[in-house]
């Protein structure tokens, strides 16, 4: 049975010292857990709703610290990207380059992820149905590169609300990529504060069992020491102390569901 894929770590890099902390945390879980475990964090958050939020410490400190990461606690690195000079530049530390949902349709950001020959995570618009991933994947898949993985991260409806339409996890495995579940983006409320967006955490491992017993190959989470004084995402992130035994749960549910099949 394959073990379950996991991508985790906070929304932004903060701090040197927060980052380390969070993945040194995140290290110890994934070993006790077994799963397949990716550490995640961005260097620059360049969709923020407000001009005034705070976007991270940029690529150059970004790289620096998620190598540290990399070589201190020996595990693999996400991040993503926003532009495709990025790409190159990133591709010295990432394992995993993440393409964001509002910009899953940039060809050329597209074409220079996939000339790096690294796991590309497409993250499905939030108004993009799952069959039309299809010409996002030829985009990369053209471009040289089928190490690709497709994720989830909810669909609008109406304003600052998303729903999670679980079938389209089992559309989008049509396509024969690896299929991840954005569990905490999924239950945002964007922009629902006002000047930055809202969500409700509540929901998060309810999603999460749904989207590994529908048949998602990994799951995505943002997670944070003190969501409540995180600089990014904060209501939906899952508190760093509870990831642990929430995790437990999540995997009983996708262990029984894969020894059925």
Known sequence: MNRLKVIAGPCVIESEDNACYIAEKLKEISDAADIDFFFKASFDKANRTSIDSYRGPGIEEGIKILKKIKDTYKVRICTDIHEPWQAARVAE???IIQIP???CRQTD???????TDKIINIKKAQFLAPWDMKNVIEKV???GNNNIMLCERGTSFGYNTLIVDMTSIVEMKKFGYTVVFDATHSV???GGNGNSTGGNRE?????????????ADGLFFEVHPNPEKALSDGPNMVYLDKFDDMLKRVIQVYN??????
Do not use: H, M, R
């Open 203 to 215: 929901y998060v491992e309810a999603l999460a069992k749904a989207a590994v017993a529908v048949g």
């Open 141 to 143: 898949a053209k471009s």
């Open 188 to 190: 945002q409320k964007p």
């Open 93 to 95: 530390v990432a394992d």
């Open 101 to 103: 949902a509002f910009l």
């Open 109 to 115: 950001l597209l074409v220079a992820a996939a000339k």
């Open 256 to 261: 029984i569901t894969n020894e059925e099949k």
